[in-house]
């Protein structure tokens, strides 16, 4: 049985992960190529506050090029989650509605792009959101739903009838950027775990969140940050 759950650094949508019949075994997909940048920090270039539009955005996400051949692009989710709520978590329900159903943070500059992983049995993912603001703008919003997401050890994802128990933790990020977050969730649902790592990284004004099976966010972090904040 596969139950799908799609979840953003925002709360519960966009990334489209699905929580597969065996859980810590997609963990371990190897990546095709090694990261284009040393792990303690890409060649980037110091970005200015000046925010990009969302046009300038989509050409920095990664591609298949950049990840290989056994990455498959997923077709955008265009589907409602109105149906999402949230349970257990107080922190998160007063990010309101729109923090639980929208699938996008409230900044007006983003592109987004999914993969799914086709080297290993399960079926891994990992996916890429880049956001673009002033610097204290997007400081602020990502801390605060980082914040609000691991303030609660446990809580409840309801969409539609379908119930899934949410664990989250704190982990720590790699020293990039000019800011780090990063969490680990594991959702339980039907009696199956899937366990999913999200880290965003602040470089002046633009924010990357790459989400997915742990090894492949740890495999692509870099790459990730290093082809957002190259200069164009």
């Known amino acids: 049985m596969r139950v799908r759950l799609t979840i953003t650094a925002l709360g519960l949508t966009a990334a489209a992960l699905t929580l597969p019949a065996c859980s810590a075994g ?36 990664l591609d298949e090029s950049d990840l290989g051949s056994d990455y498959t692009r997923k077709p955008e989710d265009t589907s409602s989650h109105d149906d999402v709520t949230v349970t257990g978590c107080p922190t998160l329900e007063k990010l309101g509605g729109d923090a639980a159903a929208s699938g996008s943070l409230d900044f007006p500059n983003k592109a987004k792009v999914s993969f799914t992983y086709t080297g290993g049995s399960a079926g891994s993912e990992v996916s890429e959101e880049l956001y673009s603001d002033t610097s204290t703008k997007l400081s602020d919003g990502i801390d605060r739903i980082f914040d609000a997401m691991t303030g609660c050890p446990t809580y409840q994802v309801v969409s539609g009838s379908t119930v899934i128990n949410v664990t989250s933790q704190k982990t720590t990020a790699p020293r990039l950027g000019d800011q780090q977050w990063s969490q680990l969730m594991t959702f339980t649902s039907g009696g199956q775990d899937s366990v999913v790592k999200q880290t965003a ?17 740890g495999q692509h972090l870099d790459k990730a940050l290093a082809k957002a904040t190259a200069t164009r």
């Open 26 to 61: 997609t963990s371990q997909a190897k990546s095709t190529s090694p990261s284009s940048a040393p792990a303690d920090h890409p060649a980037t270039t110091k970005q200015s506050d000046a925010p990009l539009s969302s046009a300038a955005l989509q050409p920095r996400l």
């Open 201 to 217: 990284i602040r470089e002046g004004s633009l924010l990357l969140i790459v989400s997915g099976a742990p090894a492949l966010v």
